[in-house]
Every structure is written in C-alpha cells, then in structure tokens.
C-alpha cells in the first residue's frame, strides 16, 4: 500500500526557517517524481514544487522561488522541503504527492495527509 | 487569483447531473491534454478523478467524466451521490516555466 506521511510542521515566526519530510512506503520511491502541494486555511490548491526521481529536474512556483528549496533521499525514501525567509502567506497545510511512473505524466495519483505550516509572530 | 477559473460553487439533486468548468489560457488548458481533477472533502487530503482531460483511475466511478474544448476543460457528474458533496480542483500542466496551476476550486452542493 502506497503511503505518503508528511512531518515537520509547525509555528515559526516570519523571516523563520523550517524543514519538511516526507516518508514514503509501499512503493519504489526513487522511480517516482514527487511534488510538494499547499492549501492556505480555507483556501484552494496551490501547486508549490516539483523534482524528479534522480533530483535533475526541479521546479518550483514563482511565490517561493528563492526562498524555497525541494530535495530528496533515495536510500531513505525521503522527500523534503526546506523553508526559509517564511511569510504569513505561507501558513498552510503542506501535501506531498507522487506524480505517477509514466511518460509525461501531469498528475497526482497519491497524496500524504498533509502537514501544517503556520507562520505568525 | 488563481491560474485556472473555477465557478465558487454549482449544486444539484440526487441522481442528476452537474458539471465544473475549469478555464484557463492556451498556455496551460489549452496548449496541453494534462488536465486532472481532485476531489477533496473537509479535513481529508484530495484524491485524484480525472487524469489526461478525460481518462479516469481505478476505482473512480464512471458517473464522473471529464472533457475540454478550446481553453475550457469540464468534469461532469452524473447521478449525483451524496457523498460526491466536496470540493472540486481541476490542474493543468502549463509548459516548462509555470508547470502546474490548479483552479480556485468549486464547492459542489447535493441539495
């Protein structure tokens, strides 16, 4: 069973810094491409980065370029976002999801349940 | 605002139909058939419906459909449920600089 668990959140203050994991279970991790999804409270979906299975390709949208950095461990079937210079608009709750082991795949087949990043003084 | 216009909110009855729209440009929707939708209830993470405008996963009943047309994709449910009452996020790939947008979301009512 494909299983994603997300770790780290928290209160920081703003300007803080704050890493997030990811666990993966139940499949072959270092196959798949991961993303990292946010949901401001009462908010929609904001796709937030991306990296590929080998760590060569990296995307990240443009509300966190530069300040965030998405990075991941193959041998401990690990995905992680460091935050750093966090604002108030990124309180929010942070999903990883796996893009599925296809070619030219667009989509999330697996989501973790998510962990909340609250950023307030 | 979001990259890709959803309405806030559509209802309908048990056992009829309703459908999302989920506007974008031909930069995003339009330019690529990568078009997903998720639903997602209150508290719980969002699961994937449609994938590739139209295909559907496992396990997803065949009463949700998706479609596009120009820089418009829509997800149909037909023979509403009660339990097909959630939000509602449509995605789309949007090229090599952008790569991903979801909508705003619509909050789908069963009266």
């Known amino acids: 069973e494909v299983q994603l668990v997300e770790s780290g959140g928290g209160l920081v203050k703003p300007g803080g810094s704050l890493r997030l994991s990811c666990a993966a279970s139940?499949?072959?991790?270092?196959?798949?491409?991961m993303n990292w999804v946010r949901q401001a409270p009462g908010k929609g979906l904001e796709w937030v980065s991306s990296?590929?299975?080998?760590?060569?390709?990296?995307y990240y949208a443009d509300s966190v370029k530069g300040r965030f950095t998405i990075s991941r461990d193959n041998a401990k079937n690990s995905l992680y976002l460091q935050m750093n210079s966090l604002r108030a608009e990124d309180t929010a709750v942070y999903y990883c999801?796996?893009?599925?082991?296809?070619?030219?795949?667009?989509?999330?087949?697996?989501w973790g349940q998510g962990t909340l990043v609250t950023v307030s003084s | 605002q979001s990259a890709l216009t959803q309405p806030r909110s559509v209802s309908g009855s048990p056992g009829q139909s309703v459908t999302i729209s989920c506007t974008g440009t031909?930069?995003?929707?339009?330019?690529?058939?990568?078009v997903s939708w998720y639903q997602q209830h209150p508290g719980k993470a969002p699961k994937l419906m449609i994938y590739?405008?139209?295909k559907r996963p496992s396990g997803v009943p065949d009463r949700f459909s998706g479609s596009k047309s120009g820089n418009t994709a829509s997800l149909t449910i037909s023979g509403l449920q009660a339990e097909d009452e959630a939000d509602y996020y449509c995605?789309?790939?949007?090229?090599?600089?952008?790569?991903?947008?979801f909508g705003g979301g619509t909050k789908l009512t069963v009266l």
């Open positions: 999801a796996r893009v599925p082991r296809i070619s030219r795949s667009h989509y999330f087949d697996y």
């Open positions: 139940g499949f072959t991790f270092s196959s798949y491409s």
């Open positions: 990296i590929s299975s080998s760590s060569s390709y990296i």
């Open positions: 031909s930069s995003d929707v339009g330019g690529y058939n990568y």
């Open positions: 590739d405008v139209s």
């Open positions: 995605c789309s790939y949007a090229g090599s600089y952008t790569f991903r947008v």
